[in-house]
């Protein structure tokens, strides 16, 4: 079975630009997820996707971060414009319709803006 | 709301020495409980779980036992290798939603 791809890998941006990440669930894994995680702390849910549908965007700063899943499957995150505290490494995960099952990880995007 | 409370590191420790990393939480309803592990340079993955009260999960000589009456679903391993050095993460799912802890980074030494 394929895991969760993500790319890219890394990515190195001036702030102010934009920048998006593409994520790839597990085949037939319903639930997308989207985390930021700043080095030395645990991850931070950025936004749920239920299908193409959005569950949980609480914690998305909107005015700057966007994320669409068209069609239920792949899914993309986009922060314009980008400031320094975005440096992070932003991970998808994907998760079957069973509710105790766990959440697959992709490798995550290191993102670095300067 | 969910949340999820795990000791702090780092935690530094010698070969075959005994690995206790504590977790609290805080749910409504009845959450599955879960320990990520993520080793350095690589994503995060899925150590052991536990889906019920009681439950207990292992892996790779790690245990955690689902406690409801504690709220708790501490690490255990008895004998901690140098390739046990890693990050590892408490996390909890209910009503689909999935929070972690803050990590807490143990590095073994031979």
């Known amino acids: 079975e394929a895991g969760v791809a993500q790319s890219p890998r890394y990515k190195i941006i001036e702030k102010r630009q934009s920048v998006a990440f593409w994520c790839n669930p597990i085949s037939g894994h319903a639930t997308l997820y989207w985390y930021q995680q700043i080095l030395g702390q645990g991850p931070k849910l950025l936004i749920q996707?239920?299908?193409?549908?959005?569950?949980?965007d609480s914690q998305l700063p909107k005015d700057r971060f966007s994320a669409e899943r068209l069609k239920g499957v792949d899914s993309t995150l986009k922060i314009q414009p980008a400031k320094l505290e975005d440096s992070a490494v932003y991970l998808c995960a994907s998760r079957g319709q069973q509710m105790n099952t766990e959440a697959f990880f992709g490798q995550g995007t290191r993102l670095t803006v300067v | 709301g969910n949340s999820v409370t795990q000791m702090e590191g780092p935690v530094t420790l010698s070969e075959e020495a005994f690995l206790t990393i504590n977790c609290t939480y805080t749910a409504t309803g009845y959450p599955s409980l879960f320990w990520y592990v993520q080793y350095p340079g690589e994503g995060l993955q899925l150590l052991l779980k536990a889906t019920k009260a009681d439950d207990k999960g292992s892996n790779k000589g790690f245990e955690a036992t689902y406690r409801k009456e504690t709220t708790s679903f501490h690490l255990e391993k008895g004998s901690v290798q140098v390739s046990d050095s890693a990050v590892y993460f408490c996390a909890l799912t209910a009503d689909y939603k999935l929070s972690f802890g803050a990590g807490t980074t143990v590095t073994v030494r031979a």
């Open positions: 996707f239920q299908n193409n549908g959005v569950v949980d």
